[in-house]
């Protein structure tokens, strides 16, 4: 896994959407820029446990792909104490800051259908506080033996940036052959991964 240290793992500036759908991030200055497509992946919170959101780019001439957010959830919207402090933590924010920061509202999703649609039809019904409101699309495999080896596959290749302080890193380190259940972060970087390859970047796909 390419855990970006400081100098590599750069958060965009500003940003400008192409004509053909990608996304141009500025970096340091005017002249350090490049153009993404940007894509994220959803984890579903199930089982008592967090879901898990991340928000990625794939730099089109070189294909490295770099997960710029991740977070965990349990709920859409925020669920508030009677104080009215934050007791959970929703992701409308974090659509809404995708959109603003990176011209990104895709997200690809692999989990049971009546789990997707129950969250689904709670982000329908926060329109007023989600827009635009996310396209979710979902990604299938057949055989999830076929999607374990995906991460390395892409670390191998050396096209995979994330951070090195971040949950998924952190996701990583601790997990272990022996886990019976794949941690959500995990299962959020396998769901993208398999998305951009089954849905690859073509001048046009916004």
């Known amino acids: 896994m390419k855990k970006a240290d400081d100098s590599k793992?750069?958060?965009p500036v500003t940003r400008h959407l192409n004509e053909d759908?990608?996304?141009?991030?500025?970096?340091?200055?005017?002249?350090?820029?490049?153009d993404y497509?940007?894509?994220?992946a959803i984890c579903w919170p199930a089982l008592g446990s967090n879901g898990f959101i991340i928000m990625a780019g794939q730099e089109i001439r070189s294909k490295e792909i770099t997960v710029f957010y991740e977070r965990d959830f349990l709920t859409i919207q925020n669920i508030l104490n009677e104080d009215?402090?934050?007791?959970?933590?929703?992701?409308?924010?974090?659509?809404?800051?995708?959109?603003?920061?990176?011209?990104?509202?895709?997200?690809f999703w692999h989990q049971p259908w009546e789990l997707y649609r129950s969250f689904k039809l709670q982000i329908t019904r926060a329109k007023n506080t989600?827009?635009?409101?996310?396209v979710l699309v979902e990604v299938t495999w057949p055989d999830e033996n076929d999607i374990i080896g995906l991460?390395?596959?892409?670390d191998q290749q050396k096209k995979l940036w994330v951070d090195k302080n971040g949950p998924i890193t952190q996701a990583?380190?601790?997990?272990?052959?022996?886990?019976?259940?794949?941690p959500p972060a995990i299962h959020a970087l396998q769901t993208l991964l398999a998305g951009i390859e089954k849905h690859p970047w073509r001048p046009g796909r916004s």
Do not use: C, V
């Not at 989600?130 to 996310?134: A, E, G, H, Y």
């Open 130 to 134: 989600i827009n635009p409101q996310p």
């Open 151 to 154: 991460i390395w596959k892409w």
């Open 21 to 34: 759908g990608s996304t141009r991030l500025f970096f340091d200055g005017a002249n350090d820029w490049a």
């Open 9 to 11: 793992f750069r958060k």
């Open 84 to 107: 009215h402090t934050i007791a959970f933590r929703g992701i409308d924010e974090f659509f809404n800051n995708a959109w603003s920061r990176f011209f990104a509202r895709k997200y």
């Open 172 to 182: 990583i380190d601790l997990a272990s052959e022996s886990d019976r259940q794949i």
């Open 37 to 40: 497509y940007m894509r994220g």
